[in-house]
Antibody, heavy 125, light 107 residues
Framework: QVQLVQSGAEVKKPGASVKVSCKAS????????INWVRQATGQGLEWMGW????????GYAQKFQGRVTMTRNTSISTAYMELSSLRSEDTAVYYCARGLGDYDSSGYYYWFDPWGQGTLVTVSS | SYELTQPPSVSVSPGQTARITCSGD??????AYWYQQKPGQAPVLVIY???ERPSGIPERFSGSSSGTTVTLTISGVQAEDEADYYC??????????FGGGTKLTVL
């Protein structure tokens, strides 16, 4: 079955960087985007950006421009999200999700399915 | 960027119908999607393209769209449907937006 499995929890100090991995299985890794979404405790979902594993092209939410980098290793079907200059407000669960998008007769569509299990990143001194 | 607005909470009794709305100026031009998230779990897609239901999602989940508002309807609500629900939309420039989420409480 289609599955995304993420790396384990991380604890980082303010100012450091974190790199979270997302291993895909059950489908052709290069055929679909990988997106990253985060969720602070008790808060809603916040989209961070997307990456096309085939081309390596990326698109980041304006809020994270300059601080986030999304990469991949196609030989092991794994995507990565690195967030730098961490601050306490970055403490959250980070999810990867496969993006399915295209155009149909009514317009553009893009949704997420499935999602990884989430990775808790804690930023604390 | 644009916003999607959801009510913070909706409460229903078992067996009743729950309706969760999501409003946004871009929705007449963009599809909406709905995700269910239970405590401690990752979100799960329950509706795509406004009203399509993925395989494995119970028939009691349905979606509709009218103007700037999309609605997730859960008919015959069960205790297991208690969760947070998020709407999502995206434009062709690659920007994705989530609503703030609605907590569904089954009384």
């Amino acid at each position: 079955q289609v599955q995304l499995v993420q790396s384990g929890a991380e604890v980082k100090k303010p100012g450091a960087s974190v790199k979270v991995s997302c291993k895909a299985s059950g489908y052709t890794f290069t055929s679909y985007d990988i997106n990253w979404v985060r969720q602070a405790t008790g808060q809603g979902l916040e989209w961070m950006g997307w990456m096309n594993p085939n081309s390596g092209n990326t698109g980041y939410a304006q809020k994270f421009q300059g601080r986030v980098t999304m990469t991949r290793n196609t030989s092991i079907s794994t995507a990565y999200m690195e967030l730098s200059s961490l601050r306490s407000e970055d403490t959250a669960v980070y999810y990867c999700a496969r993006g399915l998008g295209d155009y149909d007769s009514s317009g553009y569509y893009y949704w997420f399915d499935p999602w990884g299990q989430g990775t808790l990143v804690t930023v604390s001194s | 960027s644009y916003e999607l607005t959801q009510p913070p909470s909706v409460s229903v009794s078992p067996g009743q119908t729950a309706r969760i709305t999501c409003s946004g100026d871009a929705l007449p031009k963009q599809y909406a999607y709905w995700y269910q998230q239970k405590p401690g779990q990752a979100p799960v897609l329950v509706i795509y393209k406004d009203s399509e239901r993925p395989s494995g999602i119970p028939e009691r989940f349905s979606g509709s769209s009218s103007g700037t508002t999309v609605t997730l309807t859960i008919s015959g609500v069960q205790a297991e449907d208690e969760a947070d629900y998020y709407c999502q939309s995206a434009d062709s420039s690659g920007t994705v937006v989530f609503g703030g989420g609605t907590k569904l409480t089954v009384l």
